[in-house]
Every structure is written in C-alpha cells, then in structure tokens.
Nanobody, 124 residues
Framework: QVQLVESGGGLVQAGGSLRLSCAAS????????MGWFHQAPGKPREFVAA????????GYADSVKGRFTISRDNAKNTVYLQMNSLKPEDTAVYYC?????????????????WGQGTQVTVSS
C-alpha cells in the first residue's frame, strides 16, 4: 500500500548540482524517519542522509557533509536531497527509504519501504 517514487536524477558535470525528490503515498502517517542511500555497481548500499519526519533532526554520511542537504515538506509528503559540489565518486543509483521508527538510521535493514531508485551520474 506504500509507494516511494524518486525523481530528479540525471547527468551533471563535476561541481554541479542536482535536487532529488521522493514522493510518498499510502500510510505515510506511520513514517518516523526518511532516508537516502546510494549504491554503485559492485558496491554495497550505503547511507547518505536521513531526517525525522516529525522533527528537524538530520544526519549525514561523512562523505557528503557540507555538500548535501536533506529536507522535507510534510504537506506534500515529499523529502528532498539537495546535492551541491558533486564529485564523480557520487555516481550511483540513489534510493529513498522510509522507516516506522529507527534508532540507527544508517542501517538499511531498519527501513521498511524503498523506492526503485534514480540514477545520478557525475562526469569529470
């Protein structure tokens, strides 16, 4: 019954910016945490950023601190990832995820729902 749909990915040169969106539908009232993860070919899925749906608390992976910003618009049931100063190593499929409750929001197994992903490619 729950669906997460990502958008905003694409091809950009190093140093450029993209904004990803994740639109949630269904029983969204039960989501306590929203997160972004990414996965490059041959690599495990890695934590990028997370936000509490009912608050202002946020968290980031060390590799994106100072460059990426997560935010949400509860009225639109949407979470965003603003990505600035993009690097080639940011190239990956980016996934949106939702958790009813998470005490360690960097762990993929704590999330209950996932989107299908959106490709981000950063050229040199």
């Amino acid at each position: 019954q729950v669906q997460l749909v990502e958008s905003g990915g694409g091809l950009v040169q190093a140093g450029g910016s993209l904004r990803l969106s994740c639109a949630a539908s269904g029983r969204t009232f039960s989501f306590g945490t929203m997160g972004w993860f990414h996965q490059a070919p041959g690599k495990p899925r890695e934590f990028v950023a997370a936000i509490r749906w009912t608050g202002v608390t946020t968290g980031y992976a060390d590799s994106v601190k100072g460059r990426f910003t997560i935010s949400r618009d509860n009225a639109k049931n949407t979470v965003y990832l603003q990505m600035n100063s993009l690097k080639p190593e940011d190239t990956a499929v980016y996934y949106c995820a939702a958790a009813r409750y998470s005490t360690n929001w960097s762990r993929p197994d704590e999330y209950n729902y996932w989107g299908q992903g959106t490709q981000v490619t950063v050229s040199s």
